[in-house]
């Protein structure tokens, strides 16, 4: 059906609905909206802070009763004086931790009643199309929701590789929403806002579970923890079980290979996450944490095999390959795509 189709039975119906005196889909959406916004913004706050260029603003939320809440790491990631703003109040924020790959904060406000909260959601379980709602501080304004729906969920843009796949919308965001909640109809976050698109009329979001992962790390380690196999996977121009991403080669001493993967594998499953091209091995490498055991799923020679790896940390602390050659399994003259790194 063509844009102009649609769009005829979309005012159709809508014609339909008011002349038949029930609420119209716009009403109902608009309820929706409203309803979403009244429930969430007692746990929506503006942040304030200083950075070495002046002073810097943009928008946070609680997830824990106790005052803990997530902004973007261009607001809090490296700033000073921070403080938590929502309407005549104005709290101190102490930084817990700053993860620029990820491009999150977590700051700790002091207070002696219990904080409103949200849910951290699950963006994974969204579809295109999926309504979203974004509720933050633009400009100077107060509290806002904008509207919009799911548009795509990319690994990168304009040249730049994101830490995992984030959520492209279409709600329109301005400065100040940085940090900001992306919500579902259920009031959960599935993203928190990290970057606009041209023009402020779309966004990118790092996902609810990839934020969550690095409150867990913070929770358990006291830092964000990189998981690491030792595998560099590329492209394959013969692909099995639906996957092109294929193990290039390994690091001797590495997890993986420990744990039985090798050289010409294709992976097919990483933890919870599909593996049909190398982008997807480096959206699930985020959520790889050492010492936690994941299922790995693998062709080998076009039959299927299941292997139970325990990842580990990276001898560099980054993750990063190291030099072709060097204690490697493998042809070792393509990098790829890194596990874990």
Known sequence: MSLLKSASSILLALTLSAFAGEPSVLEAVSNEVQAVFARSRDAIVRIEAEDTLGPIAGTGFYIEPNGILITSYTVGGESEEIFAVQGSERLPARRLIADKRSGVAILKVETERPTAFLRLGKANRMGIGAVVIAVGY????????????????????????????????????????????????????????????????????????????????????????????????????????????????????????????????????????????PEDVLNASFYVTPEEPIAVRISRAGKPLDLKLTPG?????????????????????????????
């Open 313 to 341: 940390e990276s001898p560099d602390g980054k993750g990063a390959t190291p030099n072709p050659g060097q204690d490697l399994i493998g042809p070792g003259d393509q990098v790829g795509l890194k596990i874990g790194g």
């Open 138 to 277: 633009p400009l100077d304004f107060p509290l806002s929701p904008s509207f919009g729906i799911t548009s795509g969920f990319d690994m990168g843009h304009a040249g730049r590789f994101f830490a995992a796949r984030h959520v492209r919308a279409t709600a329109p965001v301005q400065r100040g929403q940085g940090g900001a909640p992306l919500l579902n109809a259920k009031g959960e976050v599935v993203g928190v806002i990290i970057s606009t698109l041209e023009n402020g009329m779309g966004l990118f979001a790092l996902p609810g579970e990839a934020a969550e992962k690095v409150y867990n790390d913070f929770i358990h380690f006291n830092r964000v923890r990189q998981g690491w196999l030792g595998a560099d996977v590329r492209l394959t121009d013969a692909p099995e079980g639906g996957s092109t991403a294929r193990v290039r080669n390994l690091r001797l001493n590495g997890p993986g290979y420990a744990g039985g993967l090798r050289p010409g594998d294709v992976l097919l499953q990483v933890g919870d996450w599909k593996i049909t091209t």
